[in-house]
T-cell receptor, first 109, second 114 residues
Framework: GQNIDQPTEMTATEGAIVQINCTYQ??????LFWYQQHAGEAPTFLSY??LDGLEEKGRFSSFLSRSKGYSYLLLKELQMKDSASYLC??????????WGAGTKLIIKP | DTAVSQTPKYLVTQMGNDKSIKCEQN?????MYWYKQDSKKFLKIMFS???????INETVPNRFSPKSPDKAHLNLHINSLELGDSAVYFC?????????????FGPGTRLTVL
């Protein structure tokens, strides 16, 4: 079966750094997305990785290791507005998007 | 300008009723999707259309019927609503159906079945 695992919830402090992990077992791999979803709102695109390594985009970075079936989203200089759910999604061999259940990130002052 | 729009934003109705949710995208994308997000926040794909043609039809009760009059619109009609249909329904679109394109989501429709 296809499976994507993320922690259900994480808590971090404003100004700190947090790493949200995602592991996947899918039939094939054609890329991995990270989306952000604020409560009551739609998911919005954060990053896309298809090659191994780190992609940096401002305060957010996303890392991929295809051999380990592993990705993480790194958020630096956390702000209160970063409180949201972060969804990991993998494109399988049929080019279908398989979604994780998301990690709810709580930022405390 | 709203890229992907849905109406209504909230829908409260009784069991057994029939309801529709409308979705429109002005991005010029070829592919549109319907997702269901339940109380556990799990996003589940229901349907995908590419240029008005159905390409993904997951295991969804046949009470749910999508209709795409043109590639900018994908509506969802639900017959005989049940309590378990209560969820947030998101419409999304992407440039192509290739799977590697970013999906842009509408604001969601919160459906509550009483």
């Amino acid at each position: 079966g296809q499976n994507i695992d993320q922690p259900t919830e994480m808590t971090a402090t404003e100004g700190a750094i947090v790493q949200i992990n995602c592991t996947y077992q899918t039939s094939g791999f054609n890329g991995l997305f990270w989306y952000q979803q604020h409560a009551g709102e739609a998911p919005t695109f954060l990053s896309y990785n298809v090659l191994d390594g780190l992609e940096e985009k401002g305060r957010f970075s996303s890392f991929l290791s295809r051999s380990k079936g592993y990705s993480y989203l790194l958020l630096k200089e956390l702000q209160m507005k970063d409180s949201a759910s972060y969804l990991c999604a993998v494109i399988d061999s049929n080019y279908q998007l398989i979604w994780g259940a998301g990690t709810k990130l709580i930022i405390k002052p | 300008d709203t890229a992907v729009s849905q109406t209504p934003k909230y829908l409260v109705t009784q069991m057994g009723n029939d309801k529709s949710i409308k979705c429109e995208q002005n991005l010029g994308h070829d592919t549109m999707y319907w997702y269901k997000q339940d109380s556990k926040k799990f996003l589940k794909i229901m349907f995908s259309y590419n240029n008005k043609e159905l390409i993904i039809n997951e295991t969804v009760p046949n009470r749910f019927s999508p209709k795409s009059p043109d590639k900018a619109h994908l509506n969802l009609h639900i017959n005989s609503l049940e309590l378990g249909d209560s969820a947030v329904y998101f419409c999304a679109s992407s440039q192509t159906s290739g799977g590697t394109d970013t999906q842009y989501f509408g604001p969601g429709t919160r459906l509550t079945v009483l």
